[in-house]
C-alpha cells in the first residue's frame, strides 16, 4: 500500500469536500435572500399578481427546501465522520438526484422568467421603484434580480465538477464509489439540458440589456423588442445613402427575428428607433459602388423599396450582408421545423422539447415520466419541517409533485410547503427618406 499516495489523495478530497460545502452554504443563503428580499415583499405588497410571480420564481421555493435539507445533511455527515477519506456522500447526493425533475422545470422556466422581468419593469411602475430601491441594499452585492434568479442555473451546472473531483480522489474500493458515479451521471444529463438553455438565457440577458439603449421618440410607435424568442446578434454604425444622393448616419440593431434602425442621441447615448424591419423573406444583397459611395448593401422588405447602407470596408460589408443573410436562413428554417409540429396532435403525442424533458427528467420513473417539466405531476405531500431539517429529505414523489406551485404562489407560503396540491414583430412604417435606387 501507498501511504503517501492515500495521504495525498485524503487531502484532496478533503479540499474537494470543503469546496462542496462552503459553495453550498453561499448558495442556500442566495436562495433565502430571494425569497425573503424578492418574492415576500412583491407578494405580501401585491406588487405583482400571482401569475407574474410564477412566471418570475417557478420552483424556487421547493428548490430552496432541497437544498437547505442538503447542506444540513452533508455538513452533519462530514462532521460525525472521522475519517474523511471513508466518509460517505452517495446516499446523500442519489436522494438529491431523485428531485432533479425541480430544477429542469426551473430551467425550462427561465426564458419566460427574463420576458415577464422585462415587461413588468417596463409596464409596473411600483415594480421598477421596489427594483430601484432594493438596489441601493448592499446584501445584493451590485446584482440585479435577474443575477439572483439564474443562480439555481449555475449551481446545478457547478454539481457535475464538484462531483467529478469528489470521485476522482474517492478510492474505488470505497463503499459508494458506484454510487457517486451513477451520481455524477444522473447530474451529467441535466446539466446538459440546462447548458442549452443557459446559452439561450445568455442571449436573452444580452436581449436585454440591448434593449435598454434603444428609445421610443415622438409619435411613432412600435412593437416591445423583447420577446421570448428574440435575441441580440450585432450591431454597427453606417452611412444610410437616400437616392438623391443624402446621407444620414444610422445605428443597426441586428436581432434573430428582427433589424433595427436608430439615430444616437450624443447627450446619453441612447438610440432612438426609427425603423424596425422583420428578418422574415428579407432580401438583402450587395449593392453596385458609385462614383460617391463604396462598400454598399441593401436590404429590401416585400413591397417595399430598398434600404442602401455604406460600410467603411469591403470586408465590413460581406460581413453584415452574411450576417443578415444567416438570420434570414436560420428564422426560415425554424419556422418549416415548427410547422411540422403546428397540426392538431392527439394527447399522446409529444412535441421534440417536452420529449428531450421527460427524457431528463424522469430517470425511469413511471410516474414522472409522463410529465414533463413544464406540466409535473401533481398530488399530496407531506410538510416538511423546518424544526428537525437534519431528518432525512422527503420523498420523491412529494417534491415532485411539488414542482407544480401554482398553489405556492396562491396560499402565499415560503417557510414551508403547502400541505394542498402543491410573433411576428414586425412594423411596417412608410418613411419618405427610403430611397429607390442610387
Not at 423588442?225 to 446578434?233: E, H, Q
Not at 397540426?343 to 414533463?372: C, D, E, F, I, W
Amino acid at each position: 500500500m501507498d501511504t503517501k499516495q492515500d495521504e495525498k489523495r485524503a487531502y484532496f478530497r478533503e479540499q474537494a469536500l470543503s469546496e462542496l460545502i462552503s459553495t453550498e452554504k453561499d448558495y442556500v443563503s442566495d436562495l433565502h435572500f430571494i425569497i425573503s428580499n424578492f418574492l415576500v415583499p412583491l407578494r405580501e405588497q401585491e406588487i405583482l399578481n400571482k401569475t407574474e410571480l410564477k412566471a418570475l420564481f417557478s420552483t424556487i421555493e421547493v428548490i430552496v427546501k432541497i437544498n437547505s435539507l442538503l447542506l444540513v445533511q452533508l455538513t452533519e455527515r462530514l462532521e460525525k465522520s472521522d475519517n474523511i477519506e471513508t466518509v460517505l456522500l452517495g446516499d446523500i447526493f442519489l436522494k438529491l438526484a431523485d428531485f432533479l425533475k425541480v430544477y429542469t422545470t426551473y430551467i425550462g422556466d427561465q426564458e419566460g422568467c427574463i420576458s415577464t422581468f422585462q415587461t413588468c419593469k417596463t409596464s409596473n411602475k411600483q415594480f421598477g421603484t421596489f427594483l430601484k430601491e432594493l438596489g441601493r441594499n448592499p446584501e445584493c452585492r451590485g446584482l440585479d434580480m435577474v443575477s439572483f434568479l439564474i443562480k439555481p442555473v449555475q449551481r446545478i451546472c457547478k454539481y457535475p465538477l464538484l462531483l467529478k473531483q469528489i470521485v476522482s480522489y474517492t478510492p474505488d474500493t470505497a463503499p459508494d464509489y458506484d454510487v457517486m458515479k451513477q451520481v455524477l451521471t444522473k447530474f451529467e444529463e441535466v446539466t446538459t439540458y440546462a447548458n442549452e438553455h443557459k446559452r439561450r438565457l445568455e442571449k436573452q440577458q444580452a436581449m436585454v440589456q440591448t434593449s435598454r439603449l434603444i428609445v421610443t421618440k415622438g409619435l411613432k410607435k412600435f412593437p416591445q423588442l423583447i420577446t421570448p424568442s428574440r435575441y441580440f446578434v450585432s450591431s454597427g454604425e453606417f452611412k444610410k445613402v437616400s437616392g438623391n444622393g443624402m446621407t444620414k448616419d444610422v445605428h443597426l440593431f441586428l436581432f434573430n427575428d428582427l433589424l433595427v434602425e436608430s439615430s444616437r442621441k450624443k447627450k446619453n447615448g441612447e438610440f432612438v428607433q426609427k425603423k424596425q424591419i422583420s428578418v422574415r423573406g428579407l432580401i438583402v444583397k450587395d449593392h453596385p459602388d458609385t462614383s460617391r459611395f463604396k462598400n454598399l448593401f441593401e436590404v429590401r422588405e416585400k413591397s417595399v423599396k430598398n434600404r442602401v447602407y455604406a460600410c467603411t470596408t469591403r470586408q465590413e460589408q460581406e460581413s453584415w450582408r452574411d450576417l443578415i443573410l444567416a438570420q434570414v436562413s436560420q428564422l426560415s428554417a425554424l419556422e418549416k421545423e415548427n410547422s411540422k409540429y403546428a397540426k392538431p396532435q392527439n394527447n399522446n403525442t409529444s412535441s421534440p422539447r417536452s420529449t428531450l424533458s421527460m427524457s431528463v427528467a424522469g430517470y425511469g420513473n413511471s410516474s414522472s415520466s409522463s410529465s414533463s417539466p413544464s406540466s409535473p405531476a401533481r398530488g399530496k405531500f407531506k410538510t416538511l419541517d423546518n424544526s428537525n431539517l437534519s431528518s432525512s429529505l422527503p420523498s420523491k414523489n412529494s417534491l415532485l409533485a411539488s414542482a407544480n406551485t401554482s398553489d405556492v404562489y396562491s396560499n402565499g407560503l415560503t417557510s414551508s410547503l403547502s400541505e394542498e396540491d402543491l410573433e411576428d414583430n414586425s412594423y411596417d412604417e412608410t418613411d419618405d427618406e427610403d430611397s429607390g435606387e442610387l
